[in-house]
């Protein structure tokens, strides 16, 4: 199984777009934008992550919810 035909780890259907580097439980490392805005907005997002896309995706959904990005710092790596 390559990277192209990954799966979100959560829903089992999306695109993955940001794995998280320092996961809580390893069975959760790949999430698609839905999943991830998800944590986001519940207050739980990735900390340490990679973007998959070569885009800031990631970066772009916390931007939307910047009230929450002052309280981690996050790798950019
Ligand atoms: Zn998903």
Not at 23 to 36: F, I, L, R, S
Not at 44 to 58: A, H, K, S, T
Request: aromatic letters at 12%.
């Amino acid at each position: 199984m390559g990277a192209h035909s990954r799966k979100c780890d959560w829903c089992g259907c999306g695109t993955p777009i940001v794995r998280d580097l320092q996961p809580v439980n390893t069975d959760y490392q790949y999430w698609c934008v839905e999943c991830a805005r998800a944590l986001i907005i519940k207050g739980d997002p990735i900390e340490v992550y990679r973007e998959l896309e070569g885009e800031p995706i990631y970066g772009r959904l916390l931007d939307e919810h910047c009230a929450l990005k002052r309280f981690y710092s996050f790798a950019s790596a």
